[in-house]
């Protein structure tokens, strides 16, 4: 049992969205791309205990916060999941809510569409509308079955929280499991393996008749009790003496739901008998806890779960990050995870991935799975993954490049004109640039197809190439920049000046760290300094030799090629770029 699709309207930053899922799948992609958005959406439509909060929602739930249309007419949040790979049981349970589901043409059947295509198989659609309902001036919503409907093709079932806890579905939030996991709060960890192990909590009336019966202070205290005297003579001179009793204070007014927010589970702290709160532990504590706390839910549930964890890296060495998703993923029906760490990533095969991307002039959210085509290697790409693809994968923008030298340059060269020139650049990282080393000018065309079919805006920086491969580049590209040299190491000689040349490398032969192998410059032979920086620059590729060059000299001797491709990506981020079109796919990968 899986989502097997999700749609969303009006929610939050999506205007419109409709993601597929095949199991368990990794979302990828820049901050404020709609990742937390689409579970906070899966929470609303098949959380068990989403719609007791109050309101269920609000104005800031509303796309661009609009609930009203110029017609001063209510508009609705809709949210659909489609929940695919029903058990026996649950085809049982639900038999008058089944529809079918075309696994290859991913889409829900008209039952008079069905066919005995092996590709077709039952299904339950769950639908959320929310909305500002005027005349109660109060925002509602309420949860559906889309079949069946009534005669004006409106769902007429709802869809109550007993039937949402069969699909099991539990949202871990990245900064608020460990507050609330041992909490009695409706929708914790805890409230959660309760209802999971059908426990029959008595502890709530045995609770409230103690608190009821506690007084904290009253007429024994001899402080407080004299002026409690004091307020009781006045009191019998108004009203009549068997209603004026004296106060005395308790606990609060408190009901079930105050206990739900107010009771903690303690935990030893290995100081003597002292316990402190469970939120108060360390953070390995928390996951462990965590952890176990999901391992019950799911085996009680024969796996009958679909979890939804957001950045199960956070506060956690990278060993425990692969050790928490892999448990995960085994104890669930489904897994869906949100991460931007790179051994997280690298545990997920390629058709796992789906790279999210929401833009933000229209609210149209979209999510792509990675495919590597025939020429990328599963194995280049996970082993790269750390190195390489991860940082393009999450940002929303990538600078292809040729190099390693590249790569570190023109960053590097990024964050120094933006010091110096504030107003007229700024830093590549700040405007949502990864940077991806293509290793060789043959791939980059390649790899600009790659990312662009993944959604993500494209620039792509280049040595002089013949016209055939340079128009390939530049038909997969949003931004393609040709510099007019040769290599990288050529660009630098011709475009720094010679003074600030002998002046770096003498530096580095007084400070000791001219590589020992290669030849020294001889003052007196004319371009013994260009043959000697440019072998220095050429066979240390990745080092940090270009970023100390740049370092040693000043804003006038930056190389002119660089700061007008920064100009030119400058200038296309606050433009922030063209619509994507899906770009046919190029198999010059290696």
Known sequence: MHVGQLSIANFRGIFSSC?????????????????????????????????????????????????????????????????????DELRSRFRNN????????REVLEHESLDTSENIEPCVRIVFIGRYDVNEDDFVGQTWFASPQDEEDLPAQPCYPADKREFGFLHLRALRTGTRAMSMERGSLLDVVLRTFEV????????????????????????????????????KKIVAAEWAEAPHLRVSELTREDLRHVLKAFMATGAGTHSAPFN????????????????????????????????????????AQKRVVDLVRNLAGQALFTSHSPYVIEEFEPSELLVVHRDHSSGQLSGRTVDLGRSLKPKAFREGMRTRFCEALLARRVLIT????????????SKLVANEMPTQFGRLDTAGWGVFDAQGDQNVAGFASFFKNLGKQVATIFDAQNAETTARIQA????????PHVGF???????IPKSAQR???????????????????????????????????SKSKGETFVIQLFEHIQYSDYPLTMVNALTSLRNFTVSDGPTHDEAAHDDSLI
């Open 402 to 413: 040729e190099g390693k030298s590249e790569a570190l340059a023109y960053p590097f060269l």
């Open 489 to 495: 190491e050529d660009l630098l000689i011709a475009e």
């Open 98 to 105: 089944l529809e079918y589901w075309d696994t290859a043409k």
């Open 503 to 537: 002046s770096f490398v003498d530096q580095l032969i007084d400070d000791g760290e001219w590589p020992p192998h290669m030849d020294r410059p001889t003052p007196t032979e004319d371009g013994s300094y260009d043959r000697a920086l440019k072998q220095l620059l």
């Open 280 to 319: 108060h532990q360390g953070s390995g504590t928390v996951n462990s806890l965590v952890i176990a706390m999901l391992t019950l839910i799911a085996e009680r549930r024969d796996k009958r779960v679909i979890f939804a964890m957001e950045e199960p890296e956070i506060s956690i060495p990278p060993t």
């Open 19 to 87: 993601i597929g899922f095949t199991g368990t799948t990794t979302l990828l992609g820049d901050n404020n791309s709609g990742k937390s958005t689409i579970f906070e959406a899966l929470e609303l439509v098949l959380g068990s205990d989403r719609l007791y909060r109050k309101p269920v929602i609000d104005e800031h739930d509303f796309y661009g916060g609009h609930y009203l249309d110029d017609e001063r007419t209510s508009t609705s949040i809709r949210i659909e999941a489609v929940i695919v790979g029903l058990d």
């Open 200 to 235: 029959e909590i008595q502890m709530w009336e045995n609770l409230l008749n103690q608190l009821r019966n506690t007084s904290v202070a009253g007429d024994d205290d001899d402080d407080f009790g004299r002026v409690l005297r004091s307020i009781d003579e006045a009191m």
């Open 476 to 483: 997969s590209s949003d931004v393609a920049i040709e510099q």
